[in-house]
Protein backbone atom coordinates (compact mmCIF):
# COMPACT_ATOMS: atom_id res chain seq x y z
CA UNK A 1 0.00 0.00 0.00
CA UNK A 2 1.04 3.63 -0.69
CA UNK A 3 2.16 5.84 2.41
CA UNK A 4 0.04 9.22 1.91
CA UNK A 5 2.63 11.52 2.05
CA UNK A 6 2.12 14.95 4.09
CA UNK A 7 1.70 18.28 2.52
CA UNK A 8 2.35 20.53 4.93
CA UNK A 9 6.27 20.02 6.18
CA UNK A 10 7.52 18.93 9.76
CA UNK A 11 9.61 21.64 11.26
CA UNK A 12 9.08 20.83 14.63
CA UNK A 13 11.71 17.97 14.52
CA UNK A 14 14.06 20.63 13.85
CA UNK A 15 13.04 23.32 16.76
CA UNK A 16 9.54 22.48 18.24
CA UNK A 17 7.08 25.66 18.65
CA UNK A 18 8.23 28.16 15.39
CA UNK A 19 8.84 31.47 15.83
CA UNK A 20 8.27 30.66 20.26
CA UNK A 21 10.34 27.85 19.99
CA UNK A 22 12.19 28.06 23.44
CA UNK A 23 14.83 25.64 21.35
CA UNK A 24 15.60 28.44 18.98
CA UNK A 25 16.19 30.76 21.56
CA UNK A 26 18.65 28.71 23.13
CA UNK A 27 20.14 27.76 20.11
CA UNK A 28 20.55 31.75 18.89
CA UNK A 29 21.44 32.42 22.34
CA UNK A 30 24.54 29.75 21.99
CA UNK A 31 25.71 31.63 18.91
CA UNK A 32 26.99 34.48 20.56
CA UNK A 33 29.65 33.50 23.33
CA UNK A 34 31.33 31.15 20.13
CA UNK A 35 31.03 34.43 18.12
CA UNK A 36 33.13 36.53 20.82
CA UNK A 37 35.51 33.49 21.13
CA UNK A 38 35.46 33.42 17.10
CA UNK A 39 35.91 37.02 16.92
CA UNK A 40 38.51 37.27 19.59
CA UNK A 41 40.91 34.25 17.37
CA UNK A 42 40.65 36.06 14.58
CA UNK A 43 42.02 39.51 15.59
CA UNK A 44 44.74 37.51 17.13
CA UNK A 45 45.12 35.68 13.89
CA UNK A 46 48.92 35.97 12.88
CA UNK A 47 49.86 36.00 9.16
CA UNK A 48 51.11 32.44 8.85
CA UNK A 49 55.12 32.40 8.67
CA UNK A 50 55.58 28.65 7.50
CA UNK A 51 54.17 25.22 7.07
CA UNK A 52 54.54 24.57 10.72
CA UNK A 53 51.27 26.93 11.13
CA UNK A 54 49.28 24.12 9.57
CA UNK A 55 47.70 22.70 12.39
CA UNK A 56 46.66 25.83 13.54
CA UNK A 57 44.87 26.65 10.35
CA UNK A 58 43.36 23.79 10.97
CA UNK A 59 41.42 24.05 13.86
CA UNK A 60 40.65 27.18 13.24
CA UNK A 61 38.90 26.12 10.06
CA UNK A 62 36.91 23.63 12.35
CA UNK A 63 35.67 26.21 14.26
CA UNK A 64 34.83 27.99 10.93
CA UNK A 65 32.64 25.08 10.12
CA UNK A 66 30.93 24.77 13.44
CA UNK A 67 29.82 28.07 13.36
CA UNK A 68 28.90 28.76 10.14
CA UNK A 69 26.54 25.01 10.51
CA UNK A 70 25.51 26.70 13.73
CA UNK A 71 24.32 30.10 11.98
CA UNK A 72 22.80 28.32 9.20
CA UNK A 73 20.74 25.90 10.94
CA UNK A 74 19.35 28.50 12.76
CA UNK A 75 18.71 30.66 9.63
CA UNK A 76 17.24 28.47 7.28
CA UNK A 77 14.78 27.29 10.11
CA UNK A 78 14.15 31.22 10.46
CA UNK A 79 13.35 31.13 6.47
CA UNK A 80 11.05 28.69 6.93
CA UNK A 81 9.08 30.21 8.82
CA UNK A 82 8.98 33.28 7.19
CA UNK A 83 8.04 31.74 4.23
CA UNK A 84 5.19 29.62 5.44
CA UNK A 85 3.17 33.00 6.82
CA UNK A 86 4.49 36.19 5.94
CA UNK A 87 2.09 37.46 8.71
CA UNK A 88 4.64 35.96 11.10
CA UNK A 89 5.88 39.03 12.86
CA UNK A 90 8.07 37.00 15.20
CA UNK A 91 9.58 35.69 12.44
CA UNK A 92 10.78 38.75 11.20
CA UNK A 93 12.12 39.83 14.05
CA UNK A 94 14.30 36.30 14.57
CA UNK A 95 15.27 37.22 10.76
CA UNK A 96 17.02 40.57 12.13
CA UNK A 97 18.69 39.15 14.89
CA UNK A 98 19.97 36.11 12.86
CA UNK A 99 21.48 38.63 9.86
CA UNK A 100 23.47 40.43 12.72
CA UNK A 101 24.80 37.28 14.21
CA UNK A 102 25.68 36.41 10.75
CA UNK A 103 27.11 39.70 9.70
CA UNK A 104 29.56 39.39 12.28
CA UNK A 105 30.45 36.00 11.72
CA UNK A 106 31.33 37.41 7.94
CA UNK A 107 33.07 40.26 9.85
CA UNK A 108 35.74 38.45 11.67
CA UNK A 109 36.30 35.88 9.02
CA UNK A 110 37.15 39.08 6.70
CA UNK A 111 39.62 39.31 8.45
CA UNK A 112 40.69 35.78 8.57
CA UNK A 113 40.97 35.94 4.77
CA UNK A 114 42.51 39.18 4.30
CA UNK A 115 45.61 37.93 7.06
CA UNK A 116 46.03 34.59 4.23
CA UNK A 117 46.82 37.47 1.55
CA UNK A 118 49.77 38.11 3.72
CA UNK A 119 51.26 34.64 3.48
CA UNK A 120 54.31 34.74 1.55
CA UNK A 121 53.68 32.41 -1.79
CA UNK A 122 56.43 29.91 -1.12
CA UNK A 123 54.90 29.53 2.49
CA UNK A 124 51.23 29.23 1.09
CA UNK A 125 52.21 26.28 -1.04
CA UNK A 126 54.00 24.53 1.59
CA UNK A 127 50.64 25.23 3.58
CA UNK A 128 48.76 23.66 1.07
CA UNK A 129 50.71 20.62 0.63
CA UNK A 130 50.43 19.94 4.29
CA UNK A 131 48.22 16.56 5.76
CA UNK A 132 46.30 19.23 7.35
CA UNK A 133 45.43 21.48 4.64
CA UNK A 134 45.43 19.41 1.26
CA UNK A 135 42.01 18.92 0.75
CA UNK A 136 41.18 23.31 1.45
CA UNK A 137 43.17 24.06 -1.18
CA UNK A 138 40.44 25.19 -3.63
CA UNK A 139 38.73 27.05 -0.92
CA UNK A 140 41.54 28.12 0.68
CA UNK A 141 43.03 30.01 -2.67
CA UNK A 142 38.90 31.55 -3.39
CA UNK A 143 39.29 32.96 0.31
CA UNK A 144 42.85 34.19 -0.43
CA UNK A 145 41.41 36.00 -4.06
CA UNK A 146 38.31 37.27 -2.54
CA UNK A 147 40.05 38.85 0.35
CA UNK A 148 42.36 40.63 -2.05
CA UNK A 149 39.81 42.09 -3.99
CA UNK A 150 38.13 44.03 -0.70
CA UNK A 151 38.87 46.99 0.96
CA UNK A 152 40.52 47.26 4.48
CA UNK A 153 38.75 45.19 7.66
CA UNK A 154 37.66 48.43 8.97
CA UNK A 155 36.21 49.43 6.13
CA UNK A 156 34.80 46.04 5.04
CA UNK A 157 33.68 45.70 8.48
CA UNK A 158 31.38 49.30 8.14
CA UNK A 159 30.00 47.67 4.99
CA UNK A 160 28.91 44.66 6.94
CA UNK A 161 27.49 46.56 10.10
CA UNK A 162 25.67 48.74 7.99
CA UNK A 163 24.12 46.76 5.58
CA UNK A 164 22.00 45.03 8.16
CA UNK A 165 19.58 48.23 7.88
CA UNK A 166 20.81 50.26 4.92
CA UNK A 167 21.03 46.66 2.56
CA UNK A 168 19.15 43.77 3.89
CA UNK A 169 16.47 45.46 5.28
CA UNK A 170 15.41 47.08 2.28
CA UNK A 171 14.99 43.27 0.80
CA UNK A 172 12.70 42.42 3.93
CA UNK A 173 10.75 45.64 2.97
CA UNK A 174 10.23 43.91 -0.20
CA UNK A 175 9.10 40.50 1.58
CA UNK A 176 6.58 42.85 3.45
CA UNK A 177 5.29 44.61 0.91
CA UNK A 178 4.34 41.15 -0.99
CA UNK A 179 3.04 39.98 1.92
CA UNK A 180 0.94 42.68 2.41
CA UNK A 181 -0.44 42.15 -1.14
CA UNK A 182 -3.92 40.87 -1.68
CA UNK A 183 -6.40 39.29 -4.44
CA UNK A 184 -10.03 38.92 -4.68
CA UNK A 185 -11.69 37.06 -7.50
CA UNK A 186 -14.02 34.52 -8.78
CA UNK A 187 -11.92 31.43 -9.50
CA UNK A 188 -14.27 28.14 -9.99
CA UNK A 189 -17.41 29.73 -9.19
CA UNK A 190 -15.64 30.69 -5.47
CA UNK A 191 -14.78 33.97 -4.45
CA UNK A 192 -11.43 33.82 -3.08
CA UNK A 193 -8.73 35.90 -1.19
CA UNK A 194 -5.69 35.24 -3.03
CA UNK A 195 -1.67 36.07 -2.06
CA UNK A 196 0.38 36.86 -4.81
CA UNK A 197 1.71 32.99 -4.71
CA UNK A 198 -2.13 31.86 -5.21
CA UNK A 199 -2.61 34.72 -7.95
CA UNK A 200 0.90 33.87 -9.56
CA UNK A 201 -0.21 29.63 -10.00
CA UNK A 202 -3.45 31.29 -12.01
CA UNK A 203 -1.39 31.74 -14.77
CA UNK A 204 -1.96 28.47 -15.71
CA UNK A 205 -5.67 27.97 -15.53
CA UNK A 206 -7.85 26.96 -18.34
CA UNK A 207 -10.33 29.53 -18.16
CA UNK A 208 -8.83 32.49 -19.92
CA UNK A 209 -11.01 35.11 -18.13
CA UNK A 210 -9.32 33.63 -14.74
CA UNK A 211 -5.93 34.21 -16.02
CA UNK A 212 -6.31 37.48 -17.83
CA UNK A 213 -8.13 38.56 -14.44
CA UNK A 214 -5.48 37.17 -12.04
CA UNK A 215 -2.88 38.99 -14.43
CA UNK A 216 -4.90 42.64 -14.57
CA UNK A 217 -5.46 42.83 -10.52
CA UNK A 218 -1.62 41.80 -9.75
CA UNK A 219 -0.60 44.44 -12.28
CA UNK A 220 -2.88 46.81 -10.96
CA UNK A 221 -1.21 46.08 -7.27
CA UNK A 222 2.18 46.41 -8.66
CA UNK A 223 1.14 49.72 -10.08
CA UNK A 224 -0.84 51.30 -6.62
CA UNK A 225 2.52 50.47 -4.94
CA UNK A 226 4.88 50.88 -7.86
CA UNK A 227 6.90 54.11 -6.29
CA UNK A 228 7.66 51.69 -2.81
CA UNK A 229 8.92 48.93 -5.12
CA UNK A 230 11.29 51.79 -7.15
CA UNK A 231 12.33 52.70 -4.08
CA UNK A 232 13.57 49.67 -2.84
CA UNK A 233 14.96 48.35 -5.91
CA UNK A 234 16.78 51.23 -6.29
CA UNK A 235 18.28 51.58 -2.52
CA UNK A 236 19.36 47.85 -3.19
CA UNK A 237 20.88 48.99 -6.37
CA UNK A 238 22.61 52.23 -5.27
CA UNK A 239 24.08 50.38 -1.80
CA UNK A 240 25.46 47.90 -3.80
CA UNK A 241 27.05 50.14 -6.77
CA UNK A 242 28.38 52.33 -3.96
CA UNK A 243 29.88 49.17 -2.31
CA UNK A 244 31.34 48.42 -5.99
CA UNK A 245 32.57 51.82 -6.57
CA UNK A 246 34.65 51.63 -3.03
CA UNK A 247 36.18 48.50 -4.13
CA UNK A 248 37.37 49.58 -7.57
CA UNK A 249 34.91 47.58 -9.80
CA UNK A 250 33.70 48.81 -12.28
CA UNK A 251 31.89 46.03 -14.15
CA UNK A 252 28.72 45.02 -12.47
CA UNK A 253 28.76 41.47 -13.62
CA UNK A 254 32.15 41.04 -11.61
CA UNK A 255 30.79 39.79 -8.54
CA UNK A 256 27.62 37.45 -10.09
CA UNK A 257 30.86 35.64 -12.03
CA UNK A 258 32.69 35.36 -9.16
CA UNK A 259 30.39 34.23 -6.94
CA UNK A 260 29.60 31.61 -9.55
CA UNK A 261 32.88 30.64 -10.33
CA UNK A 262 32.69 31.19 -14.07
CA UNK A 263 34.30 33.52 -16.77
CA UNK A 264 32.64 36.29 -18.39
CA UNK A 265 33.97 34.23 -21.78
CA UNK A 266 31.71 31.57 -20.74
CA UNK A 267 28.46 34.08 -20.19
CA UNK A 268 29.29 35.69 -23.58
CA UNK A 269 28.88 32.17 -25.39
CA UNK A 270 26.11 30.97 -23.33
CA UNK A 271 23.83 34.14 -24.17
CA UNK A 272 25.31 34.55 -27.81
CA UNK A 273 24.63 31.03 -28.94
CA UNK A 274 20.92 31.24 -27.46
CA UNK A 275 20.23 34.99 -28.78
CA UNK A 276 21.14 32.98 -32.57
CA UNK A 277 18.64 30.19 -31.54
CA UNK A 278 15.45 31.43 -30.51
CA UNK A 279 13.39 31.59 -33.98
CA UNK A 280 11.80 28.12 -33.31
CA UNK A 281 10.55 29.17 -30.06
CA UNK A 282 9.14 32.35 -31.36
CA UNK A 283 7.59 29.91 -33.85
CA UNK A 284 6.36 28.17 -30.63
CA UNK A 285 5.14 31.02 -28.92
CA UNK A 286 2.90 32.29 -32.54
CA UNK A 287 1.25 28.77 -33.03
CA UNK A 288 0.60 28.27 -29.71
CA UNK A 289 -1.56 31.92 -29.71
CA UNK A 290 -3.30 30.45 -32.97
CA UNK A 291 -4.42 27.25 -30.79
CA UNK A 292 -5.90 29.59 -28.13
CA UNK A 293 -7.64 31.30 -30.91
CA UNK A 294 -5.63 34.88 -30.84
CA UNK A 295 -3.90 36.74 -33.45
CA UNK A 296 -0.74 36.86 -31.11
CA UNK A 297 0.21 35.87 -27.50
CA UNK A 298 -0.49 37.82 -24.30
CA UNK A 299 2.31 37.83 -21.58
CA UNK A 300 -0.76 36.26 -19.29
CA UNK A 301 -1.20 33.37 -21.66
CA UNK A 302 2.64 31.84 -21.88
CA UNK A 303 1.84 29.48 -19.64
CA UNK A 304 -1.69 28.46 -20.15
CA UNK A 305 -2.92 24.78 -21.12
CA UNK A 306 -3.65 24.15 -24.85
CA UNK A 307 -5.59 20.80 -24.56
CA UNK A 308 -8.54 21.01 -22.54
CA UNK A 309 -7.68 17.36 -21.22
CA UNK A 310 -4.71 18.94 -19.28
CA UNK A 311 -3.83 16.43 -16.75
CA UNK A 312 -4.41 16.93 -13.26
CA UNK A 313 -2.31 15.85 -10.37
CA UNK A 314 -3.02 15.27 -6.79
CA UNK A 315 -0.57 15.60 -4.82
CA UNK A 316 0.03 12.07 -3.88
CA UNK A 317 -0.08 11.42 -7.42
CA UNK A 318 2.81 13.86 -8.22
CA UNK A 319 5.19 12.27 -5.63
CA UNK A 320 4.60 8.87 -7.08
CA UNK A 321 5.18 10.00 -10.42
CA UNK A 322 8.52 11.62 -9.49
CA UNK A 323 9.49 8.44 -7.43
CA UNK A 324 8.82 6.29 -10.68
CA UNK A 325 11.11 7.92 -13.17
CA UNK A 326 13.91 8.74 -10.35
CA UNK A 327 13.45 5.24 -9.36
CA UNK A 328 14.80 4.57 -13.42
CA UNK A 329 17.76 6.03 -13.04
CA UNK A 330 19.14 5.63 -9.86
CA UNK A 331 18.05 3.89 -6.50
CA UNK A 332 19.73 6.22 -4.26
CA UNK A 333 17.79 9.13 -6.03
CA UNK A 334 14.65 7.18 -5.77
CA UNK A 335 15.40 6.62 -1.67
CA UNK A 336 16.24 9.97 -0.89
CA UNK A 337 13.30 11.37 -2.99
CA UNK A 338 11.30 8.93 -1.10
CA UNK A 339 12.33 10.18 2.46
CA UNK A 340 11.52 13.09 1.75
CA UNK A 341 8.21 12.61 1.06
CA UNK A 342 7.91 10.33 4.31
CA UNK A 343 9.74 12.55 6.82
CA UNK A 344 7.49 15.69 5.52
CA UNK A 345 10.50 17.54 4.48
CA UNK A 346 8.16 19.69 2.05
CA UNK A 347 5.80 22.60 2.64
CA UNK A 348 3.42 21.83 -0.74
CA UNK A 349 -0.56 23.11 0.65
CA UNK A 350 -2.44 25.82 -1.05
CA UNK A 351 -3.12 28.20 1.76
CA UNK A 352 -3.20 31.79 2.10
CA UNK A 353 -0.48 33.57 3.25
CA UNK A 354 2.24 31.42 1.80
CA UNK A 355 5.15 33.46 0.26
CA UNK A 356 4.94 33.10 -3.72
CA UNK A 357 7.86 30.80 -5.30
CA UNK A 358 9.61 27.75 -4.22
CA UNK A 359 12.93 27.28 -2.69
CA UNK A 360 15.10 24.76 -1.00
CA UNK A 361 17.32 25.08 1.82
CA UNK A 362 19.45 22.87 4.15
CA UNK A 363 20.02 22.36 7.45
CA UNK A 364 23.68 21.73 8.26
CA UNK A 365 23.71 20.47 11.63
CA UNK A 366 20.60 17.53 11.07
CA UNK A 367 22.25 17.37 7.46
CA UNK A 368 18.09 17.44 6.26
CA UNK A 369 16.44 19.97 3.64
CA UNK A 370 13.07 21.78 3.08
CA UNK A 371 11.26 22.18 0.35
CA UNK A 372 9.35 24.63 -0.20
CA UNK A 373 5.94 25.54 -3.10
CA UNK A 374 2.83 25.90 -3.34
CA UNK A 375 1.05 22.91 -5.25
CA UNK A 376 -1.88 23.22 -7.11
CA UNK A 377 -1.98 19.92 -9.72
CA UNK A 378 -0.25 21.28 -12.53
CA UNK A 379 2.55 19.33 -14.23
CA UNK A 380 4.33 22.66 -13.80
CA UNK A 381 4.01 22.08 -10.12
CA UNK A 382 5.55 18.44 -10.36
CA UNK A 383 8.43 19.62 -12.59
CA UNK A 384 8.89 22.65 -9.72
CA UNK A 385 8.50 19.58 -6.81
CA UNK A 386 11.25 17.16 -8.60
CA UNK A 387 13.43 20.56 -8.98
CA UNK A 388 13.65 21.11 -5.57
CA UNK A 389 14.23 17.87 -4.86
CA UNK A 390 16.91 18.14 -7.39
CA UNK A 391 18.48 20.54 -5.16
CA UNK A 392 18.13 18.58 -2.10
CA UNK A 393 19.58 15.70 -3.15
CA UNK A 394 23.15 17.64 -4.23
CA UNK A 395 23.09 18.60 -0.69
CA UNK A 396 22.66 14.16 0.07
CA UNK A 397 25.09 13.82 -2.56
CA UNK A 398 27.89 16.43 -0.85
CA UNK A 399 27.65 14.62 2.81
CA UNK A 400 30.65 12.78 2.68
CA UNK A 401 32.61 15.90 1.63
CA UNK A 402 33.86 18.44 4.45
CA UNK A 403 31.42 20.99 5.11
CA UNK A 404 33.77 23.65 4.06
CA UNK A 405 33.76 21.83 0.36
CA UNK A 406 30.36 22.49 -0.13
CA UNK A 407 29.32 25.98 -0.65
CA UNK A 408 28.98 25.59 -4.70
CA UNK A 409 27.73 28.19 -6.14
CA UNK A 410 24.16 29.12 -7.76
CA UNK A 411 24.90 27.79 -11.97
CA UNK A 412 26.03 24.81 -10.80
CA UNK A 413 23.31 24.24 -8.08
CA UNK A 414 20.81 24.61 -11.07
CA UNK A 415 22.27 22.12 -12.41
CA UNK A 416 21.12 19.08 -10.04
CA UNK A 417 17.96 20.34 -9.94
CA UNK A 418 17.30 21.30 -13.67
CA UNK A 419 18.14 17.31 -14.24
CA UNK A 420 15.87 16.26 -11.83
CA UNK A 421 13.14 18.45 -13.71
CA UNK A 422 13.85 16.92 -17.00
CA UNK A 423 14.05 13.17 -15.65
CA UNK A 424 10.58 13.64 -14.83
CA UNK A 425 9.90 15.79 -17.71
CA UNK A 426 11.50 13.79 -20.40
CA UNK A 427 9.72 10.19 -18.80
CA UNK A 428 6.42 11.89 -18.90
CA UNK A 429 6.63 13.20 -22.51
CA UNK A 430 7.63 9.35 -23.37
CA UNK A 431 4.88 7.67 -21.58
CA UNK A 432 1.95 9.87 -22.72
CA UNK A 433 -1.06 7.77 -22.75
CA UNK A 434 -2.53 10.21 -25.53
CA UNK A 435 -1.86 12.65 -27.90
CA UNK A 436 -3.74 15.58 -26.07
CA UNK A 437 -1.54 14.32 -23.25
CA UNK A 438 1.18 13.68 -24.96
CA UNK A 439 1.68 17.68 -26.64
CA UNK A 440 0.34 18.96 -22.26
CA UNK A 441 3.29 17.31 -21.61
CA UNK A 442 5.93 18.51 -24.12
CA UNK A 443 4.76 22.16 -24.36
CA UNK A 444 5.52 21.91 -20.70
CA UNK A 445 9.11 21.08 -21.24
CA UNK A 446 9.11 23.75 -24.57
CA UNK A 447 7.66 26.75 -21.75
CA UNK A 448 11.04 25.83 -19.49
CA UNK A 449 13.17 26.42 -22.45
CA UNK A 450 10.82 29.66 -22.89
CA UNK A 451 11.56 30.25 -19.36
CA UNK A 452 15.37 30.06 -19.36
CA UNK A 453 16.02 31.21 -23.14
CA UNK A 454 14.05 34.21 -23.16
CA UNK A 455 12.14 35.08 -19.82
CA UNK A 456 15.14 34.87 -17.85
CA UNK A 457 17.03 36.57 -20.59
CA UNK A 458 14.67 39.48 -20.68
CA UNK A 459 15.74 39.67 -16.84
CA UNK A 460 19.49 39.67 -17.40
CA UNK A 461 19.39 42.05 -20.01
CA UNK A 462 16.77 44.54 -17.69
CA UNK A 463 18.88 43.82 -14.95
CA UNK A 464 22.08 45.20 -16.56
CA UNK A 465 21.07 47.77 -18.13
CA UNK A 466 18.90 48.98 -15.23
CA UNK A 467 22.03 48.97 -13.17
CA UNK A 468 24.07 51.19 -15.46
CA UNK A 469 21.52 53.73 -15.44
CA UNK A 470 21.43 53.57 -11.72
CA UNK A 471 24.96 54.70 -11.72
CA UNK A 472 23.90 57.80 -12.82
CA UNK A 473 21.28 58.27 -10.19
CA UNK A 474 17.90 57.21 -9.27
CA UNK A 475 15.64 55.41 -12.21
CA UNK A 476 11.92 56.37 -11.61
CA UNK A 477 9.36 53.65 -11.63
CA UNK A 478 8.61 55.06 -15.48
CA UNK A 479 11.36 54.41 -16.79
CA UNK A 480 12.17 50.86 -14.39
CA UNK A 481 8.61 50.29 -16.76
CA UNK A 482 10.47 50.67 -20.14
CA UNK A 483 13.43 49.16 -19.60
CA UNK A 484 11.34 45.75 -18.23
CA UNK A 485 9.85 46.30 -21.28
CA UNK A 486 12.23 46.68 -23.92
CA UNK A 487 14.05 43.65 -22.30
CA UNK A 488 11.09 41.61 -22.88
CA UNK A 489 10.51 42.66 -26.45
CA UNK A 490 14.53 41.37 -27.00
CA UNK A 491 14.61 38.51 -24.60
CA UNK A 492 11.23 36.94 -26.26
CA UNK A 493 12.71 37.95 -29.55
CA UNK A 494 8.99 40.00 -30.47
CA UNK A 495 7.50 36.94 -29.59
CA UNK A 496 4.49 38.20 -27.50
CA UNK A 497 1.56 40.80 -28.36
CA UNK A 498 1.55 42.08 -24.79
CA UNK A 499 4.45 42.59 -21.83
CA UNK A 500 4.30 42.64 -18.44
CA UNK A 501 5.99 46.38 -17.63
CA UNK A 502 6.20 45.30 -13.89
CA UNK A 503 7.56 42.50 -13.72
CA UNK A 504 10.61 44.07 -12.32
CA UNK A 505 8.44 44.87 -9.08
CA UNK A 506 6.89 41.38 -8.85
CA UNK A 507 9.95 39.36 -9.48
CA UNK A 508 11.63 38.50 -5.86
CA UNK A 509 14.99 37.86 -7.59
CA UNK A 510 15.24 41.31 -7.88
CA UNK A 511 15.43 42.43 -4.38
CA UNK A 512 17.85 39.22 -3.04
CA UNK A 513 20.62 41.14 -1.64
CA UNK A 514 22.56 38.33 -0.73
CA UNK A 515 23.02 37.26 -4.34
CA UNK A 516 23.35 39.77 -7.08
CA UNK A 517 22.16 38.95 -10.83
CA UNK A 518 19.45 36.03 -9.63
CA UNK A 519 19.09 34.96 -13.39
CA UNK A 520 21.63 33.80 -15.50
CA UNK A 521 22.93 30.56 -13.20
CA UNK A 522 19.39 29.10 -13.83
CA UNK A 523 20.07 29.06 -17.89
CA UNK A 524 23.59 27.89 -17.24
CA UNK A 525 22.11 24.80 -14.69
CA UNK A 526 19.31 23.93 -17.49
CA UNK A 527 21.74 23.95 -20.46
CA UNK A 528 24.78 22.41 -18.69
CA UNK A 529 22.44 19.99 -17.07
CA UNK A 530 20.87 19.27 -20.44
CA UNK A 531 24.84 18.20 -21.22
CA UNK A 532 25.39 15.71 -18.59
CA UNK A 533 21.54 14.02 -18.96
CA UNK A 534 22.45 13.27 -22.49
CA UNK A 535 25.58 11.66 -20.89
CA UNK A 536 23.27 9.85 -18.22
CA UNK A 537 20.94 8.37 -20.86
CA UNK A 538 23.81 7.47 -23.15
CA UNK A 539 25.19 5.46 -19.86
CA UNK A 540 22.63 3.89 -18.49
CA UNK A 541 21.84 2.88 -15.31
CA UNK A 542 25.28 3.10 -13.64
CA UNK A 543 25.37 6.79 -14.81
CA UNK A 544 24.00 7.77 -10.69
CA UNK A 545 27.66 6.68 -9.58
CA UNK A 546 29.18 8.98 -11.95
CA UNK A 547 26.94 11.79 -11.18
CA UNK A 548 27.26 11.67 -7.70
CA UNK A 549 31.22 12.21 -8.42
CA UNK A 550 30.34 15.51 -10.45
CA UNK A 551 28.08 16.50 -8.08
CA UNK A 552 31.18 16.38 -5.56
CA UNK A 553 33.32 18.52 -7.34
CA UNK A 554 31.36 21.21 -7.63
CA UNK A 555 32.24 23.09 -4.44
CA UNK A 556 35.82 22.50 -5.40
CA UNK A 557 36.47 23.50 -8.94
CA UNK A 558 35.39 26.52 -11.36
CA UNK A 559 32.51 25.90 -13.58
CA UNK A 560 35.10 25.60 -16.60
CA UNK A 561 37.07 22.92 -14.95
CA UNK A 562 33.90 21.11 -13.94
CA UNK A 563 32.75 20.73 -17.24
CA UNK A 564 36.24 19.59 -18.70
CA UNK A 565 36.82 16.80 -16.09
CA UNK A 566 33.13 15.52 -16.23
CA UNK A 567 32.05 16.16 -19.80
CA UNK A 568 35.22 17.05 -21.37
CA UNK A 569 34.05 20.00 -23.11
CA UNK A 570 35.06 23.49 -23.35
CA UNK A 571 31.86 25.64 -21.85
CA UNK A 572 33.90 29.13 -23.14
CA UNK A 573 32.61 28.19 -26.85
CA UNK A 574 29.41 28.57 -28.18
CA UNK A 575 29.65 24.97 -29.65
CA UNK A 576 29.00 23.64 -25.99
CA UNK A 577 25.70 25.82 -25.51
CA UNK A 578 24.61 25.15 -29.07
CA UNK A 579 24.48 21.24 -28.59
CA UNK A 580 22.00 21.66 -25.85
CA UNK A 581 19.80 24.27 -27.36
CA UNK A 582 19.56 22.20 -30.11
CA UNK A 583 17.70 19.41 -27.93
CA UNK A 584 15.37 21.81 -27.11
CA UNK A 585 14.39 23.09 -30.43
CA UNK A 586 13.60 19.91 -31.15
CA UNK A 587 11.12 19.81 -29.02
CA UNK A 588 9.44 22.89 -29.71
CA UNK A 589 9.38 21.31 -33.48
CA UNK A 590 7.85 18.58 -32.03
CA UNK A 591 5.25 20.56 -30.41
CA UNK A 592 4.71 22.68 -33.51
CA UNK A 593 4.11 19.92 -35.51
CA UNK A 594 1.71 17.52 -33.55
CA UNK A 595 -0.45 20.29 -33.21
CA UNK A 596 -0.21 22.22 -36.97
CA UNK A 597 -3.14 22.15 -38.54
CA UNK A 598 -4.63 18.39 -39.91
CA UNK A 599 -2.77 16.53 -37.00
Not at 127 to 147: C, H, Q, S, Y
Amino acid sequence: MTVKFPEVWDLDSLFPGGSDSAELRVHMDQAAPRLEEFEKAAQSFQVPASAEDAPRIAGLLEEIKGLMQHLSQSGAFIGCLMAQNTEDKKAGILQSESAALSSRFQSALQKIQKDLTGTEDAVWKSLLETDELKEFGFVLNEWREEAEMLLSEKEENLINALSMDGYHGWSQLYDMLVGDIKITMTVDGEEKVLSVGQANNLSAHSDPAVREESYTKLEEAWTGKEEFFAKTLNSIAGFRLEIYKKRGWDNVLQEPLHMNRMKQETLDAMWGAISNNKGPFVDYLNRKAEILGKNGLDWFDVDAPVTASTQKFSYQEGADFILEHFGKFGPELRKFAQDAFEKGWIEAEDRPNKRPGGFCTSLPMSEESRIFMTYSGSMSNVATLAHELGHAFHSYALRPVHPLNRSYAMNVAETASTFAEMIVADAAVKNAQSNDEKIALLEDKVQRSVAFFMNIHSRFLFETRFYEERKKGVVSAGRLNELMSQAQEEGFAGGLKSLHPHFWASKLHFYITYVPFYNFPYTFGYLFSLSVYAKALEEGAGFEEKYMALLRDTAIMTAEDLALKHLGEDITQPAFWEKGIALCVKDAEEFNALTAAGN
